[in-house]
Each structure stands twice: as C-alpha cells, then as structure tokens.
C-alpha cells in the first residue's frame, strides 16, 4: 500500500454536473498531482500543487481546478463534465524534488453518461 | 512537446522466461526515469528508478538499463511469473518535476 488514497472509487455523472475528487496524499510529501487515463492509455497530467499552490498544468480546460490543504490533501473540481471526462483520475503524492518517485492511488473511476 | 513513448503495445512470454520491455525518450536533458506497473482496475505502482548519470540499476527481478546515447530505457523482468501480467509505463520526471508518461506495453504471460 502506498498511503495514498482517494475517494470515490466510482462515481457516475451526467453532462453537465459538476464533480470533486478527493485525495489523501502519503505522510511528508508535500506535493501532489492529478492525472487523467482513459481507457488504455497513459497517464495525462492535469496539474500538481505544491504547498497550497498551484505549480504546474497539463493541457486541460480552465473547468479542471483543483485545491490543496494545510495537510497536503486536495482535491479535484471538474465543472460541466463532458462525455469524453470518463476516465481513471489518478492522485500522486511525492517531494518537491527530481530523485523522488510519485506514489498513486488506487483511482477514481468517472463516468459521464 | 517533449515525450516518453513505449516501442510495443503488447508483449506476449512464456511463465518462467525473461521479460524485455523497451521505451524510448525524447527529452536529452532529462535526468531522473521511473518505471510503474499498472494491473487492472489499480493505480501505478512503483517498480524502479534510475538517474541519468547511471547506466544500469537492478532490483529484486528487475533491471533498468538508460542509453542515453540512443535515449532508450529497457525493463528486464527475469523468470516471469504470472503475478508480473500488467501494463508497464516508462516515465521521466521534467524540470519541473512532473512526470512525462509514454502509452504502456502490456505484458502478457502465457502459461
């Protein structure tokens, strides 16, 4: 087990609701990053936090926006869900620093019908 | 921009054989790459690490090997179990220590 977790595990929407994503990042990392993965692909980065501050996004839509706390926990907003947002949302907590990896959670399952 | 992309989708071996699963790199700057196992339905899991200023790094059953010549990673898996069918991703963590992931290669182990 990695230490991160994240909840929902699944969720269903539909277009045009809007929904929040949960992550409880590892003991002593401070940094933490949202992913999308559709369905046989990699990982896309959505963007990172890194001390309550935003510090680094991916190609996505202003209607992604995310938060995070004193604790290190965040969470993901995704305003006017799309059908095409189904997809595996992955939360990585790590260091600030380039020789440390990234542990995951297990995920939460989006579907937008 | 920069990438990390994975030469095979899929990667069929026999229970027991050794396992090679290839990626190649874009960004000639890089200096830190993971590997991650992802099985069905879970969230990557950390296998293995190496910097740049490495050539090779081995774990237990897993060795990386980084040619930074031809920006190629490899991923040795020795005697292969069942217990090791999943989707591999190479990654590489960029200046601004975000990781930059390739498409996986999914390794199937046939009995």
Redesign the interface.
């Known amino acids: 087990e990695?230490g991160?977790t994240?909840s929902p595990t699944h969720l269903i929407k539909t277009r045009g609701q809007q929904v929040t994503l949960r992550c409880s990042s590892q003991s002593g990392h401070n940094?933490v990053?949202w992913y999308q993965q559709a369905l046989g692909?990699?990982?896309?980065?959505i963007f990172?936090y890194y001390r309550e501050e935003e510090?680094?996004r991916g190609n996505f839509p202003p209607r992604f926006s995310g938060l995070q706390f004193p604790n290190y926990s965040s969470e993901l907003n995704v305003n006017a869900l799309e059908l095409d947002d189904s997809a595996l949302y992955?939360c990585?907590s790590?260091l600030?620093?380039?020789?440390t990896?990234?542990?995951?959670?297990?995920?939460t399952?989006l579907t937008v019908v | 921009g920069e990438s990390v992309g994975l030469h095979l989708p899929t990667l069929s071996v026999q229970e027991g054989d050794n396992s090679i699963i290839n990626c190649a790199y874009s960004n000639s700057a890089s200096?830190?790459f993971?590997w991650?196992k992802q099985e069905s339905?879970?969230?990557?899991?950390?296998i293995i690490?190496i910097?740049s200023n490495m050539d090779k790094r081995q774990g237990q059953r897993v060795t990386v090997l980084l040619n930074k010549t031809v920006k190629h990673l490899s991923l040795q898996i020795a005697a292969t179990q069942p217990g090791d069918s999943a989707v591999y991703?190479c990654a590489e963590?960029d200046s601004?220590?975000?990781?930059?992931?390739?498409?996986?290669t999914k390794l199937i182990i046939k009995p």
């Not at chain 1, 990896?101 to 995920?107: H, K, L, Y």
């Open positions: 990695t991160v994240q940094t990053s692909q990699g990982p896309q980065f990172q510090n680094g992955l990585a790590s600030q620093a380039v020789y990896e990234a542990f995951f959670g297990q995920g399952r | 200096d830190y993971i991650y339905g879970k969230g990557p899991q950390f690490d910097r991703f963590k601004n220590y975000q990781l930059i992931w390739g498409a996986g």
